[in-house]
């Protein structure tokens, strides 16, 4: 182990950590279940605790070294269903490679059924430490964090433009529209769906750039809003066939900073249908920037359907024709 090192880096890089946490009831969306964003709300809060643990807590790296936190890749895979009153045995265990430049942790979450330890997450969470320019350090990095600080969180890619963007509206504006000329350029003939809005502050963290718990939020909302573009809407199927929504995985990675009220261009695009039984959707978003779309973040979400075969158990469901039918057929953006 380097011993040039502080002790609290060699902590964060060598020792893992396990805390007990339990997952806010605002995630309980439906039945007793918890979803798959605040699944992976408390692999964000198990990686904030092993900070704390390792006595470089988040206040402080911003109060004394100017750093933000950033999670800029989070990964989950869901096994087991998360109930409203677990308690989950979050476990963070160290992966950074040695010349890495980000931090990378797996987390797993266990919680008790039945007298049985039961892991009903696996995540794999990266972190930035993104220099803050509008404070000034009270004092130097300790030994070995400065490796892992970055003046920006990333460069997108940036695509040049045929359409001519049209003006967007007011501060008022609500949830955005799905008619836009950009929109319909990013589409093409593809089987996606767009959305153009404005992100509030509310998604935002130190002052500025949209953090990994908002783009997650992004990611239900644009599922949401092309489910009922489809003829999908969650609650119409709720109540029509039973079908509830499940996540068995995702992804969402940050590439570079989107800041506070920039308006965000979300291309959503089904990829795979399986068996029947899930499809795969990926999520791109873009700003516009001196005439250039940059894109900003990327995901993906595998979802399927349970439906309730007796009280309170769930088997997945397999997609009917008019739902198959909803998922694979293109819908032309409006211009």
């Given amino acids: 182990m380097d011993t040039t090192l502080h002790p609290a880096v060699t902590a964060l890089l060598h020792t893992p950590t396990t805390a007990r946490l339990r997952p806010l009831f605002e995630g309980n969306n439906i039945s007793y279940a918890i979803g798959f964003k605040h699944i992976n709300y408390v692999a964000e809060a198990a ?5 704390r643990q390792a006595g470089l807590s988040v206040g402080d790296l911003y109060r004394r070294f100017g750093l933000g936190f950033d999670v800029v890749d989070i990964r989950s895979r869901l096994g087991a269903l998360l109930a409203v ?6 476990v963070v265990t160290p992966r950074t490679k040695e010349d890495a430049d980000r931090f990378r942790f797996r987390v797993e979450q266990f919680v008790q059924r039945d007298g049985r330890r039961v892991r009903c997450a696996d995540s794999t969470v990266v972190v930035a430490l993104r220099v803050d320019g ?5 004092e130097p990095c300790p030994a070995g964090l400065e490796r892992f600080t970055t003046a920006r969180l990333g460069e997108g890619e940036r695509l040049e433009l045929a359409a001519t963007p049209v003006p967007y509206g007011g501060l008022t504006a609500g949830r955005g529209t799905t008619a836009d000329p950009v929109l319909s350029e990013l589409i093409g003939e593809t089987n996606a769906f767009g959305w153009r809005w404005r992100v ?3 998604y935002c963290h130190y002052n500025e750039r ?5 783009f997650l939020r992004i990611m239900e909302e644009v599922e949401d809003l092309f489910l009922a573009d489809r003829g999908l809407a969650i609650k119409k199927v709720l109540d029509t066939r039973g079908w ?6 995702s992804r969402v990675e940050i590439l570079d900073e989107t800041v506070m009220e920039e308006e965000l261009y979300t291309v959503y695009t089904v990829e795979n249908i399986f068996k029947t039984l899930l499809y795969t959707t990926r999520m791109d978003c873009y700003v516009l920037r001196d005439g250039v779309l940059v894109k900003t973040a990327t995901g993906t979400i595998t979802h399927g359907y ?16 008019a739902t198959v ?11």
Avoid: C
Wanted: no cysteine.
């Fill in 85 to 90: 009153d677990d308690e989950v045995e979050a």
């Fill in 47 to 51: 990686v904030l605790d092993h900070f």
């Fill in 134 to 138: 509008h404070i000034a350090s009270e």
């Fill in 200 to 202: 509030g502050y509310f």
């Fill in 210 to 214: 949209v953090q990994m718990s908002g």
């Fill in 325 to 335: 039918s909803a998922l694979t057929t293109p819908r032309k953006a409006a211009s």
């Fill in 306 to 321: 349970l439906q309730e075969v007796a009280p309170n158990r769930w088997e997945m469901a397999e997609f009917d024709e």
């Fill in 244 to 249: 509830i929504p499940v996540v068995t995985q």
